[in-house]
Each structure stands twice: as C-alpha cells, then as structure tokens.
C-alpha cells in the first residue's frame, strides 16, 4: 500500500508540473505562431510566418485542439493519482476519473486527426507553405484503450469490496 501512495504522489507531483508547463506552452506557442514574421518550425511543421493571421490560425488550429484536450487528460491523471495517493484505490470516482481520461484522450486525438485532414485537405493554398505531417503513432488508440480497461478492472475491484 505505502509503493502505490508514494509511486501516486510521485505521478501526481508529475501530472501538476505538466499540466502547469502545459497551461503556460499553449498560450506562448499561439502567440509566437501569430505574431512571428519570419519563417519557423513549431512542433511538427514548417510554415511561412510571414502568412496571414487567419492562415497561421488555420495552420495551428489542430496541435491548439489536441493540446487543450490533453490538458484536460493531465488534469483528471492528476485527480486519479490524487486519490490513489490518500489510499483510496477501488472508488467509483477513480473509475469515473479514468474513464474521462481515457475518452479525453481519445477524443483529443480524433480531432487532431480530423482537424489535421480538414486543414490539409480543404485549403490546397495553405498546403504549398506547410510540410503537412500527420503523425499517427499506435499510443493515440492504445492508451485510451489501456485507461479505460485499468478503470475496468477498478470497477470491478469496487465491486468486490462492496460486495464484502
């Protein structure tokens, strides 16, 4: 019970630095996004900067998204550790916490994809100043799938407890 409390407080600890770094990232990468004039490399792209703002916003619109739906992802991760660090582990809550975190970071990734496809394929203009990549990697679809079997398994525990 004492490994999972301080591996808990550990990850909690873990959760709020990111989810703070996260908070502060986004509105500077936006910012620097639409106000730079010369030509940069954010995250996954290579864009003209010297674009309109509604192009650059168009261009940027698909990491803003997933970006604002992980950091709802960290902020339930860090409830979930939260509990677990105060030794309540088979709780309907850290079911429920889980379960929105698994179905943020699914959706979250979802939307990256269709805003991704949207913005490469609705705006041929805009595809000649990008290096369009699209990055699907297996962890998009596995860890809300790995989340929400953990949350499973919890229920069940909970159950059992309940049960007894």
Not at 1 to 25: G, H, L
Not at 103 to 129: E, T
Request: aromatic letters at 18%; glycine letters at 2%.
């Amino acid at each position: 019970m004492n490994n999972i409390r301080n591996i808990s407080k550990a990850m909690r600890v873990f959760c709020f630095v990111t989810f703070t770094v996260m908070s502060i990232a986004l509105p500077l990468f936006v910012f620097y996004a639409l106000t730079a004039t010369e030509t940069s490399s954010l995250v996954h792209f290579d864009f003209s900067l010297a674009l309109p703002i509604t192009s650059k916003m168009i261009l940027i619109l698909p990491y803003s998204l997933a970006w604002l739906f992980f950091l709802f992802v960290t902020y339930f991760l860090y409830r979930f550790f939260d509990s677990l660090s105060l030794g309540q582990i088979f709780t309907l809550q850290n079911v429920q916490l889980l379960r929105k975190s698994s179905c943020f970071y699914f959706a979250g990734n979802v939307i990256y994809i269709l805003s991704s496809m949207i913005v490469f394929f609705g705006f041929p203009d805009l595809r000649l100043q990008e290096k369009f990549h699209l990055h699907l990697k297996l962890q998009m679809f596995l860890v809300p799938i790995f989340l929400f079997l953990v949350s499973s398994i919890i229920h069940e525990g909970q159950k059992l407890k309940e049960a007894q």
